[in-house]
Structures are given as C-alpha cells and as structure tokens.
C-alpha cells in the first residue's frame, strides 16, 4: 500500500494504516474517468449553489425594501444583511467538523431543506425582530455550502476537476441572475414579501433532488475505513459512467473493497475533541503556509464581492441616498449581475490552462482596475455600468478560482475543515460589507475599501503553490 504523503502526515492518522491509500482512490476516479454520474453531480449541485446564491442576491434588494416596511434605521437595515453572514460562520463552524467525521451528504440534505423552510419563513414574518430571526436560520444552513462543493471535488479526475467545480460557480451565477429577475417581476407588482417566497422556491426543488440522486463521497468513507460502503458507490458510478466491465476499472475497485478497514475501537476521542485538532493541524507547521494566505484571501474576497453586489442596488436604487426605497433600476441591476455569468464562463477553458494562481492573480488585479474610475468619482452615468459589470465579472472569477484552489490545497482528512474555516472568514468579510457599503460612507470612500480588498487578495493568491492536474491528497 501506498505510504501517506509526509507533507500531509497528520497525528490523526496514528492507527490508520490499514485504511486504503490516497493513491488507491485516485486510481478508481482515473479509471472510472468523468460520465455521466459526474455531469449530473454537477447539475444538482450547480443547482445548490443557484438556489443559495438566490438567497445572498435576495440581499440586495432586501436591505432597501424591508429598511422601507418597517420603518428602520440604516443600522437595523445593514443587519438584515449582515445576520445572514453571521449564521453562514455559525453553520460552516458546525458543518466542517461533522462533514470530516460524519459525511458530506447529510450536512449537504440539511443544507438545502433549512434554507427553503427558513426562507420561507422569513416571507411571512410579522415584524423585523421575528424577520431577522428566520433570516439568521437561512445564514446558518447557508453555511454548510462548502462541503458539497468537497464532495464533488473528491469525486473529480485531476484534468476535468478545475472545469467541473467551475461550472458549480456558472450556476451561482445564474442564481444571481435569478434573483434579479424575479425582483423585477415581483417588486413592481407585489411587494418584499412576494419576491422572498419566489426565492424560496429553488432550494425546495434541490432539496428534492439531492435526497433523490446523492450519494456519500468514496473518498470521505474510505478515509474512514469503509471500504465496502466506497467500494459500492463506484461501482454504481461506473455502471453510470459505462466502465463498468472494464478490466482497470473492476481491479481497482476489487483492490478498495479487499483492504483492511479501521477497527471498531479506532476512533476514541469525542467529536469535538478530534474538531479542536482538525482546526489546530491548519497552523501546523506543515499548514500554516497555506492557511495563512488562504484565510487573508477568504476575507477580502468575501467583503470585495458581497460590497460590490451591494454598491450595485446603491447605485442603481431609484431616489434620494439618504431614504430607504424599494424601487429600482432593474434593467440596469439585471445586465450588471449577468456580468457574473461571463466571469464564471470565463474561467471554464482558463482554470486549467493558466492555472489556478495565475487565474486568481489576474482577476483580483482586474477589479482593483474596474473600480479606479468609481473611485475617482465616476458614479453618475453609462462609464459608470461599464465599471461596475467589468468590476462584478472579474469579482466573480476571482472568487470562483478562489473556491476551486482551496479545495484540493488541504488533504481529505481536514479538507472540509479547512474549507469550512476559510468560509467563515469569508462570511466575516462579507458581514461587514453592508456596513461598509450600506453605510454613512459615500460611495467614492466604500469604493476605495472595495478596491484595497481585492489588490490585498491578488498579493496573497501569488504566494499559494499551484495545484492544477494535481491529484487530491
């Protein structure tokens, strides 16, 4: 059996040395190669990250329209926003622990139906108090989106796995898209509350199909010592994917399912114990390098994005900048988030191409361009369109690199882990957006963060290694 990797050698892996080796996994996914079970995988769960990018784009218009029901002040207003990212760091600090110890498919499950019960919610909540707490839950199942995107990732050959984990970004473009839609359709004629029930419909379709189509990762299971679970699920893939008769792919699948799995006694130390020390090997001497880094881009990112999105329904809000309105440009809101669409297109043929640091390098750099002219004062005007769809585009494909790269620089024992901390830091970005954008600050000053953000991350991606047509460790 192959020997594990010292740069990942973990002191929870003491005592696993009859579990399968990476090696042995990637052999089955090489040989299994990417059909028809990884392209429908990629649909339901782009479809998991449409119906949650739906929720965050809800955002936008939620922060103006609601501010205007019932009567807030900018700083209640802000926190309508904010409490949603303030449950996604409470769900991803839950989600990672459990997704490393006890799978990814029921974090993923939950995920889907909390955010359409608590969406749903939210659209009948008699007053703010009761509304900001149904918003909080959706925060919190929000939360868990990292660790379906691992399990795809874990499921993924080493030269389809950056263009494959793309396309999950196309469909949260397309739930930016969405949400754009249904406001324009939903505010003119009804109110707030219509438009949050019309986002609440996505996530209860996907919550359908996941329970219907997913399966657990191989990957994660035989990390564990379930071998015969693993062994099962590719099986069932490569009856999918057509291979299954093939020689190499039944020898590697026979060489899973005849391993050692763990003892019964393996595992002695309580969950939250065996957390604590997931999340303490990230600053190991090994990982901090990476994580680091990693943490400081998660950060900008997710203020340099959300404030963006946020600094669009600011511009673009019919009235005074002072009053609450919940009336819009949305012609104009409409084609700037379809400039989301192009950045995750963008990136299908280039990931793999250029590379993972590269693509993260150039798009970051991009929108500190983007958003020179509006820090300089062009907020009035068609210049300023061009500046705001150029910026969202780049923003989009930054994070969207962004996400890829995280997943396959951690080894599968920690993965979600890391995954889900880098998530949290995100959100902690992002909670602070509205307060940034959303705030007393003009649009000029927001600008200028948004702008040092995101030059902050083109100078932290330059450092990470690169992980193209690398195989998972």
């Given at each position: 059996m192959a020997q594990t990797n010292p740069i990942h050698a973990s002191p929870l892996e003491d005592g696993k040395d009859a579990l399968a080796s990476e090696q042995e996994v990637d052999?089955?996914?090489?040989?299994i190669g990417t059909g028809v079970w990884q392209y429908a995988l990629i649909v339901l769960l782009g479809a998991l990250f449409l119906a949650d990018s739906v929720e965050v784009s809800l955002l936008s218009f939620l922060y103006e329209c609601v501010g205007a029901a019932f009567d807030l002040t900018t700083f209640e207003a802000a926190s309508v926003v904010s409490v949603v990212f303030g449950g996604e760091v409470v769900g991803a600090l839950v989600a990672g622990a459990v997704s490393d110890q006890a799978g990814r498919k029921g974090v993923a499950l939950v995920s889907g139906l909390g955010v359409a019960v608590f969406g749903l919610a939210s659209a009948y909540a008699p007053d703010y108090g009761t509304?900001?707490?149904f918003r909080g839950a959706v925060g919190i199942f929000l939360g868990t989106f990292a660790v379906p995107f691992d399990l795809l990732a874990e499921m993924l050959p080493a030269k389809t796995r950056g263009q494959?984990?793309?396309w999950l970004e196309v469909g949260w473009a397309l739930g930016a898209m969405y949400a754009c839609a249904a406001a324009w359709v939903a505010l003119p004629i009804s109110s707030w509350r219509s438009l949050t029930v019309a986002c609440?419909?996505?996530?209860?379709?996907?919550?359908l199909g996941l329970l219907y189509c997913l399966d657990e990762s191989p990957r994660f299971l035989i990390d564990q010592g379930r071998r015969a679970e693993a062994a099962a699920i590719f099986r069932r893939v490569a009856a999918k994917n057509g291979s299954s008769n093939d020689p190499a792919v039944v020898a590697a699948i026979a060489k899973v399912a005849d391993g050692e799995s763990a003892p019964p006694d393996a595992a002695t130390e309580s969950s939250l114990t065996i957390a604590k020390q997931k999340l303490a090997e990230l600053f190991d001497a090994k990982l901090r390098p990476v994580t680091a880094p990693v943490w400081v881009i998660w950060f900008c990112f997710g203020l340099n994005y959300y404030g963006i999105t946020l600094l669009v329904t600011r511009i673009y809000a019919t009235g005074d900048d002072d009053d609450f309105k919940c009336t819009f440009k949305y012609g104009l809101i409409f084609a700037t988030f379809s400039a989301e669409l192009l950045g995750a297109l963008a990136l299908v043929p280039t990931i793999d191409l250029f590379g993972r640091v590269p693509c993260q390098v150039a798009t970051y750099a991009g929108t500190c361009a983007?958003?020179?002219p509006l820090?300089?004062?062009a907020t009035d005007g068609p210049f300023d369109f061009v500046c705001l769809f150029v910026a969202l585009a780049a923003a989009t494909a930054s994070c969207s690199a962004t996400w890829v790269h995280v997943a396959e620089l951690y080894p599968t024992h920690v993965r979600s882990t890391a995954h889900t901390a880098a998530y949290v830091v995100s959100r902690l970005g992002a909670f602070l957006s509205s307060y940034v954008?959303?705030?007393?600050?003009?649009?000029v000053a927001a600008t200028w963060v948004l702008i040092a953000t995101a030059a902050l991350a083109a100078g932290a991606s330059a450092t990470l290694r690169e992980t193209a047509n690398e195989r998972l460790v």
């Open positions: 052999d089955v996914i090489e040989a509304f900001i707490s494959a984990l793309i609440a419909a996505p996530p209860a379709f996907v919550f983007a958003l020179l820090g300089l004062g954008v959303d705030s007393g600050l003009s649009i």
